[in-house]
């Protein structure tokens, strides 16, 4: 009401010189009181008393001018028919004027002040933005206006020359990417911000090469498909994960096969409750099975996928199932009662040095618990049977991989006789499960090193859970009967690498701030992965992460007789138990 009492009055005195009329003041009167009541009836109307000024931005300037626009020429009209002359024009657009700039700069101005407490403020980290496209303005903006935000952008850096030399958010766009190392030592940078949801694994991977010598500490905007599912704080602002190092694009898959196999059906997935198991359920819910069986051991990790699944998956039938794949009588009750028709076997003991200590553990879960629901399935007549596998089957060198082996075969002899689709598919290491090498190394890392290394030459293949089991679903869609499906994993990694590049995009630098320490090989570990076996060859898919190993010829009636006596020798000697599996497996070796 103040201000736009002032803003008229001073609109007459300029109109008039300093010295208004004794004619014109009861219509200045007249002016000033209806222009407070309709001005603040159309603030109203537009919400400006409702907005937070603290993240103003054009729409809100838009809807001040809007507001004032309607409030003047509704009050144009009302004085006309009340003093029954006319506001002059120089009034009018003077007191336009003055009225939006009080009116505007007053809420302009605290924005202002909020934006300059943010950049005055001490102990943030100074960020440089790569990307100054609209996630990067809006990462920015947010930054800028946030007083609990840990950093403060300083400069964007951009490959299109459109923007280069030019400023966003009043911060300069220094250059293309090539200038990145040169930005981080003129501007005192502490942290880099990778602003570009859309851009390809490819993409980032390449970005990360060039912030790697840096040594300053890397974040990374998520993907374009997750921000879709809520707005971008600065909480999204996520560390950069091994996934983003090894530049690899989202697996495609074939929709319409999968569908073909899973939708309508009822789908058992044992060991449910682990990293693959319950990533299977998340993604297999996706293509609308009839009914989802979760079978597990451990009654914690099954109620915790449980409650997951209610709550993304409403309309899901799901079905806990608590059992153990070595009770070959509870395993028979659950394919008797539920009758799964698709079955993904994940239930397994995959800790290589554990198993090298309790071999007889890792016989009775990996090969009489496969060989159990293997078994249940075929007798059951359910019509797939996909068993998770892992390239440590391929010459294992530890009992582990030994057992996986067995398996394999066993699936295969099966196949057969039994018009049940019995396939394996065989990966490697998979990033973020339980025990696995990288949420190691970060806790290591947050506790302040010592990095530990089993060996400076150590390479594996790595793949992320959710790409891994896209495969083993698709791979489940190519089955014919008896194949071992190996999954393209990329380049292998060295291990040693992994851990200096987590180190440096952790803002540190390897040897020096952190450690690392080579602990040497562990029992069972060997250098480096294979994922065929000498008498497999390989053959391609429909899908090009996607080949098959050819069936080898196995003799049914010796490997059943073989596994009846590796039935017998669970609790003996390890000594003996390895001498068992390597006459089973011919090409295990035997270091332990």
């Known amino acids: 009401m103040l201000l736009i009492s002032i803003s008229i009055w001073a609109s007459y005195l300029f109109r008039f010189e300093g010295n208004i009329p004794s004619s014109y003041l009861m219509q200045c009167l007249t002016f000033c009181i209806v222009s407070v009541i309709t001005c603040i009836v159309s603030m109203y109307g537009f919400h400006l008393y409702n907005r937070i000024w603290q993240y103003a931005s054009i729409i809100e300037m838009t809807a001040i001018v809007r507001a004032v626009l309607i409030s003047c020429a509704i009050s144009l009209l009302f004085t006309f028919f009340i003093s029954g002359s006319y506001v002059p024009l120089s009034v009018t657009l003077l007191s336009f004027e003055t009225m939006l700039l009080t009116l505007g700069g007053i809420r302009f101005a605290w924005r202002a002040y909020r934006s300059l407490l943010v950049r005055n403020k001490k102990n943030k980290n100074r960020a440089l933005i790569i990307g100054a496209g609209d996630c990067g303005t809006l990462v920015a903006r947010k930054l800028l206006a946030s007083e609990e935000a840990a950093m403060l952008p300083v400069a964007f850096v951009d490959d299109d020359p459109a923007k280069q030399k030019r400023e966003v958010c009043g911060l300069p766009v220094l250059g293309n990417r ?5 930005a981080i030592r003129t501007h005192r940078i502490d942290d880099i911000i990778i602003a570009i949801p859309t851009a390809s694994k490819r993409e980032v991977a ?15 905007i998520p993907r374009i498909e997750d921000l879709i599912h809520g707005k971008v704080s600065i909480n999204e602002i996520r560390n950069v994960d091994v996934d983003d190092l090894l530049g690899r694009d989202p697996v495609k898959v074939d929709l319409q096969g999968i569908a073909n196999y899973v939708e309508g059906k009822t789908v058992l997935v044992t060991g449910a409750g682990g990293s693959i ?22 009654e914690n990790s099954i109620y915790a996928i449980e409650m997951e699944m ?23 009750s659950v394919f008797k009662k539920y009758a799964p028709q698709v079955v993904f076997h994940a239930a397994a003991h995959k800790h290589v040095p554990l198993m090298e200590g309790n071999p007889s553990e890792a016989i009775k879960n990996n090969v009489l618990g496969t060989k159990h629901v293997a078994d249940c399935a075929d007798q059951f007549g359910a019509e797939r049977f996909v068993l998770i596998s892992t390239d440590k089957a391929v010459n294992p060198t530890s009992v582990m991989g030994a057992t996986k082996r067995i398996a394999e075969m066993y699936i295969q002899c099966l196949d057969k006789t ?9 990966f490697g290491n998979v990033l973020g499960s339980r025990g696995s090498v990288i949420p190691r190394f970060k806790e290591q890392i947050a506790m302040g090193g010592p990095v530990t290394v089993t060996h400076p030459e150590m390479i594996r293949y790595f793949m992320t859970i959710p790409e891994a089991v896209q495969l083993v679903i698709q791979a489940g869609a190519y089955a014919k009967g008896g194949e071992v499906f190996i999954l393209d994993m ?35 570990e060997k250098l480096f992965e294979e994922l065929l076996t000498n008498e497999e060859g390989i053959g391609s898919t429909k899908h090009d992460r996607i080949f098959i190993g050819q069936p080898v010829n196995i003799n049914r009636a010796e490997l059943d007789f073989e596994m009846k006596k590796l039935e017998k020798v669970v609790g003996e000697d390890n000594a003996i138990i390895r001498e068992l599996l390597k006459h089973i497996v011919p090409t295990f070796q035997n270091v332990s």
Do not use: W
């Open 277 to 298: 198991g319950s990533e299977l359920c998340r993604q297999i819910a996706l293509y609308r099975p009839q009914k989802l069986l979760m079978l597990g051991h451990g």
């Open 418 to 426: 039994s018009k049940t689709i019995f396939a394996a598919v065989r």
């Open 490 to 524: 990329g380049k292998p990694v060295k291990i040693v690498d992994l851990a200096e590049d987590l180190i440096r995009l952790s803002g540190f630098q390897p040897y020096t701030d952190i450690g690392i320490e080579f602990s040497g090989i562990r029992p069972g």
């Open 206 to 220: 390449n970005l990360l090469e060039i912030c790697k010598p840096t040594g300053v500490k890397v974040k990374i």
């Open 310 to 332: 209610k709550r993304q998956f409403p309309q899901q039938q799901v079905e806990s199932v608590i059992a153990d794949v070595q009770d070959l009588k509870r395993m028979e």
């Open 178 to 182: 090539s200038i990145v190392q040169e």
